[in-house]
T-cell receptor, first 109, second 113 residues
Framework: GQNIDQPTEMTATEGAIVQINCTYQ??????LFWYQQHAGEAPTFLSY??LDGLEEKGRFSSFLSRSKGYSYLLLKELQMKDSASYLC??????????WGAGTKLIIKP | DAGITQSPRHKVTETGTPVTLRCHQT?????MYWYRQDPGHGLRLIHY???????DKGEVSDGYSVSRSKTEDFLLTLESATSSQTSVYFC????????????FGPGTRLTVL
């Protein structure tokens, strides 16, 4: 079956670094997305990885290991506005997005 | 950001009544999607469209139908609403289905009593 697993909730401190992990099992693999979703709002795009390695974009970085079926989102210099849910989604062989349930990130001062 | 709107934003209805949700995009994207989002679940695909009058079922299509008569509009219909269809519904669009970002509308919160 197809499955995306990520932790339900994480807590971190303002100014710190946090890593949100995602493991996936999809029928075929055509890339992996990370989205951010603030409470009561729509998901917004953060990153896309299709090759192994780290993609850096400002304070946010995303890593992919296709052999391990594993990705992580790294958030540096955490700010209170980073409190949100982070959604991991894999693209399967039919080019459909398979979504994880999301990780709720709580930032404490 | 892509211009995607949804209407209504909130709706309360009774079991057994028909409900239509509308999604409108101004980006001329070919692909459009309807998802539902429930606590403890990821976004689940209901139906998607790959062009005018071209639609296909997603993971949780039972009880839902869609129509796309124009590139910019994608309608989701609940023929006879049930309490299990209480959810937040998101519409999204993209130019291509795989590597392209999906842009989401603001969502519709539907409550079926």
């Amino acid at each position: 079956g197809q499955n995306i697993d990520q932790p339900t909730e994480m807590t971190a401190t303002e100014g710190a670094i946090v890593q949100i992990n995602c493991t996936y099992q999809t029928s075929g693999f055509n890339g992996l997305f990370w989205y951010q979703q603030h409470a009561g709002e729509a998901p917004t795009f953060l990153s896309y990885n299709v090759l192994d390695g780290l993609e850096e974009k400002g304070r946010f970085s995303s890593f992919l290991s296709r052999s391990k079926g594993y990705s992580y989102l790294l958030l540096k210099e955490l700010q209170m506005k980073d409190s949100a849910s982070y959604l991991c989604a894999g693209i399967d062989s039919n080019y459909q997005l398979i979504w994880g349930a999301g990780t709720k990130l709580i930032i404490k001062p | 950001d892509a211009g995607i709107t949804q209407s209504p934003r909130h709706k309360v209805t009774e079991t057994g009544t028909p409900v239509t949700l509308r999604c409108h995009q101004t980006e001329n994207h070919r692909y459009m999607y309807w998802y539902r989002q429930d606590p403890g679940h990821g976004l689940r695909l209901i139906h998607y469209s790959y062009g005018v009058k071209d639609t296909d079922k997603g993971e949780v299509s039972d009880g839902y139908s869609v129509s796309r008569s124009k590139t910019e509009d994608f309608l989701l219909t609940l023929e006879s609403a049930t309490s299990s269809q209480t959810s937040v519904y998101f519409c999204a669009s993209s130019e291509v289905p795989d590597t392209d970002t999906q842009y989401f509308g603001p969502g519709t919160r539907l409550t079926v009593l």
